[in-house]
């Protein structure tokens, strides 16, 4: 289990740096498009098309990324009037959804893929699917999360996130 945890990890790792990147780019990309635009009256053709792909990218990453840190919908004013043994079913319930929630981008996702592959985007000419590949992706590494949760490994790699905020 415990290389299956490393492994993880990892793949975890790299998801999450790609998704930082993707925010950075985004800043990049819509900051140099409201600067030329502003001061020299000029946009740079494919500006729009990046921003709205790394947009949907970054987006569907964060959810996948939301989940591993337990920072999706919740309330524990309600749950916490019920007993432990009952919490303990639920979070089981919850994981399960999420589950299938992940499979549901991956099967979704990956048919809508293969519908785009044939178009392509007008300004830049990349394949339309490479907007559309993030949500079986992303599906995949939600699927992992709430498997390692299922199982009550902790997946959360910020802790203090709540505290900081």
Request: charged share 15%.
């Amino acid at each position: 289990m415990d290389y299956i945890k490393k492994v993880f990890k990892v793949i975890d790792s790299i998801f999450e740096k790609f998704t930082l990147l993707f925010l950075v780019a985004l800043i990049f990309v819509v900051t140099t498009q409201v600067m030329t635009r502003k001061l020299f009256n000029f946009v740079f053709f494919w500006s729009e098309e990046i921003t709205l792909l790394l947009l949907a990218w970054f987006a569907f990453m964060a959810i996948a990324i939301g989940f591993r840190e337990y920072i999706h919908l919740g309330i524990d004013s309600l749950t916490n009037l019920f007993p432990k043994s009952f919490n303990k079913v639920l979070d089981k319930i919850i994981s399960t959804s999420i589950f299938a929630f992940g499979f549901y981008l991956v099967v979704q996702g990956w048919e809508f893929t293969l519908l785009t592959s044939e178009s392509t985007l007008p300004a830049t000419k990349l394949p339309s699917s490479i907007t559309y590949v993030a949500m079986p992706i992303t599906g995949v590494m939600i699927c992992g999360y709430s498997l390692l949760q299922f199982f009550n490994i902790n997946t959360t790699r910020h802790k203090d996130l709540e505290e900081d905020l």
